[in-house]
């Protein structure tokens, strides 16, 4: 019976050779010791007698020993290929299929950048079904999955990126019972994780790389969202729908976005307005429709619920400020009457394509952002030419807002960034970017020798490649004002003070070189510097008139210049703002195109922080000043400049190659004010 027990272990050694290589990872499945062994053994031999004697003896398995009896003749059978089990299948296909990086049932069918995240999902579950797994809960796994990738809308994102209808079409095809371990439920069931995968990155990281749209954001240091825990942690605990909520945005901007577009999305929730007017109207003015004006602006938030009075006939002055906040958010002049666009706007439909579409395109672009949990932050939308500042993050509302001038439109746009404040500068120099040096200073000072004077500029030694520099003093007439503050970034702009307060008044404020002025820089200041230390309101203004001075802040605060035409303003109503640099559609174009993100253009090592000094040091002590006065005082290839020709001096202070990173934001003047100002 041993030497039985034996040969047919030989047998079944060498029977193995025959279906796997040395290396097939389905091999391990099939390695059995001890008492299992032992009974597969006896349950051959007890089929013995069914086996021809060809198929224990031939080429390709080893001859028993030679005590074995010679078994008695039989009808020739053919050797069975040993099943393989059907966990084994799905282990497989699901394998095959991630080293493939292809899906063929999703449209976009190829996946590399999402391949780690789909291996490291399934190499958890040996490889195995994790919304069809064989729990009795197959059918509600796979079903709460694709309903949430069905809300997709109501994130501001396009449920046929994850090719929702294929995935409800083949979960109805799918009728039990069904093999959860098949080939099909692999393909189904990886189907569901990759478009799962694919939404919840999209949600918390967007769509589009933000350098391809020249966003200068300092990319993240390290991945911290790990996708497949999460996934495999919903499921577990029953919590799939709730997903969406651990990767989105938590800035209470986005948060409040994404509820007014679930309202601009159902607009049975708020009552459909058909104001009918024949001329405009006035505060005090008859308004047979006044309780249904004041019921729509309510459900806005223009106008405080408790404020309703449903027995108005009149156009009240309760009314017409909500009617005022109503036209401030539509970009109308808030006067507060009712005319024509005032009454086109009302009557719009709620479901306006165009509001709904500025809503996703703002949330697209917070999603960009750095993870800011909590702290301080600067905030400025540039095409509502405002600025505000929070304590914490987390503020619904701001603790300071205030007016602000960004870059002009037609060339000096300012550039959506993020980055830390790190500098404060009193009494600061500006140093004269080459291109407006070239394009404006220069033509003026060859007309005029004492321009330089008149303006309190001075001609200094170049650093690098630049032979010559110009810049300004510190003091009354300085383009930078009384104080910059200072966030070293790829663009080199700031905010700052300017002495041309005047422009503040104006409705529209895209008249800078490409930085942002400050409406109030000294609350500014004292909002920056207020847990610095030493620092209260009245050294804050004493620095603004002594000597130039630097601070280095010991904490950074955050800045972050956006581009947002939905955006909720401080007195917490959506306001919808021209789209004065055609950011909008330049983004819609590059959403029809978006494919999955590489984590590279994502994350990069952490870089070294910026020295204590500034990258623009001001200090006056590190420059030789070749000239103060006029041009005749400057060497000699200057003195050209008294005529006509400014060429070789064009040379003198330009860089060597390219122009100085400064000039991408700034290029020709706008001619608002006598002052020359970033």
Known sequence: MQSSISAVEVFIANTTKLFFSPKDPLLASYKMQGVQRKKLIISTLCLMPCLSAHALV?????????????????????????????????????SSLIASKQHPYLTQSHFTY????????????????????????????????????EAAAGHGLNPADYDTSLLRQKLTELKAPFDVHSKDAALYD???????????????????????????????TEKTLDLPALIKAGIAADTVASLPSSVEPQLQQYQKLKQALASYRAPEKIPRLNLVVNSTVRQG??????????????????????????????YTATIVEGVKNFQKRHGIKASGTINKATVAALNAPLTDAEHIMRIELAMERLRWLPEISEGPAIMVNIPAFQLSAFDDIKQDIPTTTMRVVVG????????????????????????????????????????DPEYLTRQNMEFVSGSGSSALRIRQRPGKGNALGKVKFIFPNSSSVYLHDTPSVALFSRPRRDLSHGCVRVAHPQELAEFVLKDQGGWDTGAIKKAMVGKNRQVVLKKPIPVLFLYNTAFFDEHNNLTFYTDIYNRDAELL?????????SDQVLFAPKEVPPSAEPIEAEAAHAETVVATANTKQVIPVVESMATTNTAQVVRAIQPAGTEEKSVSAAAAVVKTDSTLSP
Not at 190 to 219: C, E, K, V
Not at 288 to 300: D, G, H, R, V
């Open 58 to 94: 031939n080429e390709a398995v080893a001859t028993p020993t030679t005590d074995v009896a010679a078994p008695v003749p039989a009808p020739a059978a053919v050797v069975q290929t040993p099943q393989v089990t059907a966990p084994a299948v799905a282990m497989n296909e699901i």
């Open 589 to 597: 174009d590059a959403l029809t195109k978006h494919q999955d993100l």
């Open 285 to 314: 003015d008859v308004l047979p429709q006044s309780a249904e004006l004041q019921k729509y602006l309510a459900a806005f938030g223009d106008l405080p619920s408790d404020k309703i009075d449903n027995t108005a006939t009149t």
């Open 190 to 220: 990886t189907a569901i994780s990759l478009s799962l995968l694919r939404f919840m990155h999209n949600l918390h990281y967007g769509r589009i790389n933000p350098a391809d749209l020249h966003f200068s954001i300092q990319r993240r």
């Open 408 to 447: 002009k439109a037609a060339k000096n746009q300012t550039p959506q960034l993020a980055a830390d404040m790190r500098f404060v500068d009193f009494q600061p120099y500006w140093n004269v970017p080459y291109k407006i040096a070239k394009d404006e200073i220069l033509p003026k000072l060859a007309a």
């Open 114 to 149: 999402r391949a780690d995240d789909l291996d490291a999902l399934y190499k958890a579950n040996n490889y195995q079904p994790i919304w069809l797994a064989d729990d009795g809960k197959a059918n509600k796994n796979a079903d709460e999955a694709i309903k949430l990738l």
